[in-house]
């Protein structure tokens, strides 16, 4: 079962034998919508397969009408992007008057190519992100702040220690930890960072359950911390191996992408050194990170160094927040991350 937030394998409740599948592939459910029919009695197996046996003769009988097609020919015309009326119309000259492979495949040949290259159908995972991104966009007034971190200190402090923590915990110190811890404490002096629009009310969440986007084949699946704002740098850590792992696994428990408040994206893992990103629906903003690149930076006596620097975007919905609230939320990330620098 496909969600906007993650693929799933449902359980069965009972062991048995499956006798009628009840839905069809990418088709849209009801919550408790029944998918399946199961029995557990080799009885009540039989009597469901002879009720359904004339049904099977049936669909013998039309096989040779027109409209059948073969799951060959069928699975080429879904490659080709050719539909079921233009199938139709191509001369058969298989059994039975069907449509053969050899009669689509010389169609293909002397038909000119369509303009516009390769038809792929979207994913169920891939259409409700692209849903979810839709309604954010068009129903939130998005708003960009930008702001440059020096991360020299916090690089040096992550690397004398990544191996010591690696041998004692066994995943990985990285930024990002960091970078999700500065996230959530930032909200304390900035509660409205962390919070839902409801009609015309705002609502304030306690905690900060912060989201985390990993890019998987499917598209992006984004695993939730939760009470970010509260855990040590080694417990994030930990969070963050575990949850990703899972997430390009095909892992991840549907309770780990839900009840999410704010969301980081880091994009600079691809290089990128900054971005726009759109705010997850249901929340009212989104921290976008980019890459880490040395540069020259004047310092505050006037002299010049070379300093690891980083740029922080935040998005946010301009209905609940204003231009400087903004800034000054982004402004207490980077001291965070630019002092902030321990384990605990």
Same mark, same amino acid.
Not at 13 to 23: E, F
Not at 46 to 71: D, H, L, N, R, W
Not at 230 to 235: L, N, V
């Given at each position: #079962?496909?969600?906007?937030? /993650?693929?799933? %394998?449902?359980?069965?409740? #009972?062991?048995?034998?499956?006798?009628?599948?009840?839905?069809?592939?990418?088709?849209?459910?009801?919550?408790?919508?029944?998918?399946?029919?199961?029995? @557990?009695?080799?009885?009540?197996?039989? %009597?469901?397969?002879?009720?359904?046996?004339?049904?099977?003769?049936?669909?013998?009988?039309?096989?040779?009408?027109?409209?059948?097609?073969?799951?060959?020919?069928? $699975?080429?015309?879904?490659?080709?992007?050719?539909?079921?009326?233009?199938?139709?119309?191509?001369?058969?000259?298989? =059994?039975?008057?069907?449509?053969?492979?050899?009669?689509? %495949?010389?169609?293909?040949?002397?038909?000119?190519?369509?303009?516009?290259?390769?038809?792929?159908?979207?994913?169920?995972?891939?259409?409700?992100?692209?849903?979810?991104?839709?309604?954010?966009?068009?129903?939130?007034?998005?708003?960009?702040?930008?702001?440059?971190?020096?991360?020299?200190?916090?690089? $040096?402090?992550?690397?004398?220690?990544?191996?010591?923590?690696?041998?004692?915990?066994?995943? $990985?110190?990285?930024?990002?930890?960091?970078?999700?811890?500065?996230?959530?404490?930032?909200?304390?002096?900035?509660?409205?960072?962390?919070?839902?629009?409801?009609?015309?009310?705002?609502?304030?969440?306690?905690?900060?359950?912060?989201?985390?986007?990993?890019?998987?084949?499917?598209?992006?699946?984004?695993? /939730?911390?939760?009470?970010?704002?509260?855990?040590?740098? @080694?417990?994030? =850590?930990?969070? #963050?191996?575990?949850?990703?792992?899972?997430?390009?696994?095909?892992?991840?428990?549907?309770?780990?992408?839900?009840?999410?408040?704010?969301?980081? @994206?880091?994009?600079?893992?691809?290089?990128?050194?900054?971005?726009?990103?759109?705010?997850?629906?249901?929340?009212?903003?989104?921290?976008?990170?980019?890459?880490?690149? $040395?540069?020259?930076?004047?310092?505050?006596?006037?002299?010049?160094?070379?300093?690891?620097?980083?740029?922080?975007?935040? @998005?946010?919905?301009?209905?609940?927040?204003?231009?400087?609230?903004?800034?000054?939320?982004?402004? =207490?990330?980077?001291?965070?991350?630019?002092?902030?620098?321990?384990?605990?």
């Amino acid at each position: #079962v496909s969600t906007d937030k /993650v693929n799933s %394998e449902i359980p069965s409740p #009972v062991a048995g034998r499956v006798t009628k599948i009840l839905a069809s592939p990418d088709e849209e459910l009801d919550v408790g919508a029944p998918l399946a029919l199961i029995v @557990t009695s080799d009885t009540v197996v039989t %009597e469901e397969i002879q009720a359904v046996e004339p049904s099977v003769t049936s669909s013998k009988t039309c096989s040779s009408k027109k409209g059948f097609f073969t799951p060959v020919v069928l $699975k080429i015309a879904q490659e080709k992007g050719i539909d079921l009326s233009e199938l139709e119309k191509i001369p058969a000259t298989g =059994a039975g008057g069907r449509l053969s492979k050899r009669d689509l %495949e010389n169609y293909l040949t002397q038909s000119p190519k369509k303009e516009g290259g390769d038809r792929i159908k979207m994913s169920t995972m891939r259409k409700m992100i692209a849903d979810n991104m839709v309604r954010s966009f068009y129903e939130a007034p998005h708003a960009t702040l930008v702001n440059e971190v020096d991360v020299t200190r916090l690089m $040096k402090y992550i690397q004398d220690h990544k191996e010591s923590f690696q041998k004692d915990h066994g995943y $990985k110190l990285t930024i990002t930890s960091f970078i999700a811890r500065a996230i959530g404490k930032a909200v304390k002096d900035f509660p409205l960072i962390n919070s839902t629009l409801e009609k015309d009310t705002i609502v304030l969440k306690h905690g900060v359950n912060l989201g985390i986007a990993v890019s998987v084949d499917q598209g992006i699946l984004v695993p /939730v911390i939760a009470n970010c704002h509260s855990r040590s740098i @080694t417990e994030i =850590a930990r969070e #963050v191996a575990s949850l990703s792992e899972k997430a390009r696994s095909g892992k991840l428990d549907p309770n780990q992408v839900k009840e999410g408040t704010l969301t980081m @994206t880091n994009f600079g893992m691809s290089g990128t050194l900054l971005g726009t990103p759109i705010i997850r629906y249901g929340e009212v903003a989104i921290v976008g990170v980019g890459a880490i690149h $040395k540069k020259v930076v004047v310092q505050d006596d006037d002299s010049l160094a070379i300093r690891s620097m980083m740029y922080l975007t935040l @998005t946010f919905d301009h209905r609940v927040l204003d231009g400087m609230y903004g800034c000054g939320y982004l402004a =207490a990330v980077k001291r965070h991350l630019e002092s902030d620098i321990h384990l605990t």
